[in-house]
């Protein structure tokens, strides 16, 4: 399937992708798709009555969050996807022949602002890649029995800040906190000097539940909206002194960088693959058949001030142990509510050799084995100055789908 | 200072305090304050013309959620409830002498149905009662060592989850989940056996601070709105097998419940208190002098069903080591924002003797301590059917003022 649209080689945005976010020029922030290097502006198309008869509200694309077209349910994912398909397809004139409104509704993505796509209730982390919790545990703990006790039996995770998440894009400056130095006996304060990515993937809840009403496993994707590109900056040093008993907090609430187009998992469909296989057998609320992984390749980049881009790790979700069903029917098993918009992310994606672990803890190994960059420098964790840029995209049988990419620039810590 | 409205002997809501909620009768949800026995409708007070002058703009009050009043600022704050004391003061015949307003804007507090008062973005969970602490340490790992590394230098704290904070009086089903057996080699999945509450108060957020902008452990009072009580029911079992390393999850996201009324900081003004002295000395961004703690009697009653409430344990919030100014200025310290409505609860706030715990899992003490209950039934955890009321209120000098009560009944596990 071909657009009307001029679509560069290796666009994530094909006529295969239709991605939603939230962008603006002048006026209010309002929804749109990507498509080639262009965004279409949904709330002018349906202004214009290019959208009727498939349940959309007037007024829904205007919000400056996509919680309330969420809202509306999987029927009318599918029915406003495949209509945006059918309006940019090749041959298709309803739109493209509307001269007027093509100039009100087509912008040039590098010409637009992008924003939060949507209201974030709560954010949640898992824990769920195999490769890189026992990268974790080997460096911690005991190379011998890596993965903890639980880690077979459940896809771990916890609540995170909804509030620190931003958009791609954001600059933020090295967070300061407490701090233990593995010799000294009592902590000190200043900026962390242990600053990491995170590789991770995140999925929008497009379907809510009733608090004390569990999501079972095999309708859970159907609470899936989409999926976007997750960056969970976390400060090593600060994590280490504060997590005993009950967690991450601070190392890791001071931002958290999402990628501004939503993928939807119609668009992922064609991408589907069997997850890992899990030994020991895990139990029947978490016990799915059926392809519930995607294969999604994903590359991080690190620039240094002034610099050209350097890829420091290619991974793929595909690699995740516990799949999204499983996450979300373990997440609300106990009845935990979900409301539309609320994220859950994966976890470090880490894949089996080390050029395709997901943080710099993992990549330098704690720092014992520091990455040459091509102007000379090296990096142990991230350095201020430096953007960190995540990719992630889908290629099977010629059509290729992808997020685009988060990106964010670290600022020296303040005074 | 007395009201013209009766006030019972004991009352919480005394002329003193004027604590804010939001309830519903007939029509909307909106916001009102507690005195005596009654509902003072805020909304049609000021629709009727009688906060002119202090900044309140038009239909703030006539919202479900009090967010936008609390954005207003301390000013708004302070200059609302002194004209509320002024009106509800004997002698002043604004609102007394206004038949047909009184009417429509004085209800019973039996006839109103109250809901959750304020919309809260992310919710935050400390652990700084000392005692608490030192009680689970010395029951899970060293009686010698029963406060880990970092406990005495920072306010230990989680991300806890927003969606199932709900308002008292919200009945809520047994979670099940998954739990490990001491003597097993393999999970079980079913209801949890070892429902706990957990005694705790919370702060509510009512200004907030920007992306990248800490709040100053001096200024970090000017920062918060009120006060509730807050019951962070948590399930023992679940728990001990989840929480490593990443700390509490499904063990308490099924249900947080707190109380209605929202007892504002100034009315808590005279009942200040110093805090435990901290030794060793805490680094800098966290010191602070003065009074910085409240003098708040705290009670846990459990109601088995159909039978008449039993005092459990009674406890004080000037127990607490962290002081709420230390926790808001250690959570921003990294740059950490604070949204208005976000909340932070204690952890459970336990005193020196046993009959001052805040939770039966000290009470108890793992269960090897059954309490005996009137109806000649014990407790070693919540059973089905229990409810759990946690009272909070403050005495001196002649004057009080309370917190009313946060309740939920225990319903059996769903099939």
Redesign the interface.
């Known amino acids: 399937m071909k657009s009307w649209i001029p679509i560069p080689v290796d666009s994530d945005f094909t006529i295969h992708n239709i991605p939603f976010g939230i962008f603006s020029n002048e006026g209010q922030a309002r929804a749109g798709v990507a498509i080639g290097e262009q965004v279409l502006d949904l709330s002018a198309i349906h202004d214009a009555g290019l959208l009727e008869g498939i349940g959309l509200p007037t007024g829904v694309f205007g919000s400056p969050v996509l919680n309330g077209y969420i809202a509306l349910g999987k029927i009318v994912w599918t029915a406003t996807r495949q209509r945006l398909i059918q309006l940019l397809s090749l041959g298709n004139s309803e739109l493209r022949g509307n001269e007027n409104l093509l100039k009100k509704c087509l912008f040039a993505q590098r010409d637009v602002i992008m924003h939060l796509p949507v209201q974030v209730?709560?954010y949640t982390?898992f824990?769920s890649s195999r490769e890189h919790a026992t990268n974790v545990g080997t460096m911690f703990r005991d190379p011998a029995n890596a993965l903890?006790?639980?880690w077979l039996?459940?896809p771990?995770?916890?609540?995170?800040?909804?509030?620190?998440i931003?958009i791609s894009g954001t600059p933020?400056?090295r967070?300061?906190?407490?701090t233990?130095a593995d010799d000294a006996t009592?902590?000190?304060?200043g900026p962390t000097r242990l600053l990491d990515f995170e590789l991770e993937m995140a999925f929008i809840i497009g379907q809510p539940n009733a608090?004390?009403e569990?999501v079972s496993v095999e309708k859970a994707e159907d609470h899936i909206f989409g999926m976007v590109l997750f960056n969970d900056w976390s400060?090593r040093d600060?994590q280490k002194?504060?997590?005993?008993?009950?967690?991450?907090?601070?190392a890791k609430?001071?931002?958290s960088h999402v990628s501004p187009w939503i993928v939807t998992m119609d668009a992922l469909e064609p991408f589907r693959v069997e997850s890992p296989k899990q030994e020991?057998e895990v139990?029947?609320?978490l016990k799915s058949t059926g392809e519930h992984n995607f294969d999604i390749a994903l590359e991080v980049q690190i620039v240094p001030d002034g610099q050209a881009p350097h890829t420091i790790c290619r991974s793929n979700f595909k690699y995740m142990y516990w799949s999204m069903a499983q996450q979300l029917a373990?997440?609300t098993?106990?009845?935990?509510?979900?409301?539309v918009g609320?994220m859950c992310a994966s976890g470090t994606i880490s894949g089996p050799t080390p050029d395709s672990y997901g943080s710099m803890l993992e990549i330098s190994w704690k720092g014992t084995r520091p990455v040459q960059m091509p102007d000379g420098t090296e990096r142990k964790f991230i350095l201020d100055g430096d953007t960190v840029i995540m990719k992630g995209h889908c290629e099977r049988n010629g059509i290729r789908i992808g997020f685009g990419e988060v990106a964010a620039k670290v600022l020296p810590a303040?005074n």
């Open positions: 209730g709560d982390d824990y903890l006790p639980n039996h459940l771990v995770g916890y609540h995170g800040r909804a509030s620190s931003v933020f400056h967070p300061k906190g407490q233990m009592a902590p000190t304060f608090l004390g569990p400060a600060i002194w504060e997590y005993v008993p009950l967690g991450p907090f601070l609430n001071f931002a020991p139990l029947s609320y373990h997440h098993v106990n009845g935990c509510n979900m409301r609320d303040k």
